[in-house]
């Protein structure tokens, strides 16, 4: 499972890197309609959900279990932090260093304990092995929503129909 799982967050950074380089400034700051993200807020999040919350919490169940999580509010920091105010390069590239450093940290396990749980208090137990399957299926749903928001941007700017291509 642990190689699956490093192998397929790594074919995920390379598909983030190749679906969000070289975008322009008038791409990476579309939104659909007020409340919907736009790309530069989904890389923020990306980069910081790779540094406070998934790594983060699986190395702290890995190692200290019994130790609560540091308290994160992803759905607050993209007021907070200003995410569509942010350098998207800079974003961009902080997200696939992370990533990155992630990929190398868990390549660098020597058996670690993936039953391994925390007790939260409201979810029950957490556990490591968890929390990795759950990180990389966070970035399934990110890459489906960075998509999506590449299609209605496409719809948009072009006022064609798409549904000569297919079904949405």
């Known amino acids: 499972m642990l190689n699956y799982c490093i ?5 995920n950074r390379n598909a983030f890197e190749h679906l969000l380089s ?30 406070e919350d998934f790594r983060a919490r699986v190395k702290s169940v890995l190692e200290t279990p019994e130790k609560p999580f540091v308290q994160i509010d992803p759905a607050n920091w993209v007021s907070e932090r200003k995410y569509a105010d942010q350098d998207y390069k800079r974003m961009l590239t902080a997200f696939l260093s992370e990533r990155d450093k992630s990929i190398e940290w868990l ?20 556990s490591a092995r968890f929390l990795l399957t759950n990180w990389l ?14 299609y209605n941007y496409l719809h948009f700017y072009s006022g064609h129909k798409l549904d000569y291509a297919g079904e949405w």
Do not use: F, M
Not at 107 to 126: C, E, I, M, Q, R
Not at 137 to 150: F, N
């Open 107 to 126: 390549s660098s396990l020597t058996d670690p304990k993936w039953d391994n749980a925390y007790n939260h208090p409201k979810v029950g137990p957490v």
């Open 22 to 51: 070289g975008l322009n400034q008038e791409e990476y700051s579309w939104r659909e309609r007020e409340g919907k993200w736009s790309i530069i807020e989904v890389v923020c999040h990306l980069r910081d959900e790779e540094i």
């Open 7 to 11: 192998q397929s967050l790594l074919a």
């Open 137 to 150: 299926a966070h970035d399934y749903l990110h890459l489906r929503q960075v998509i999506r928001i590449k």
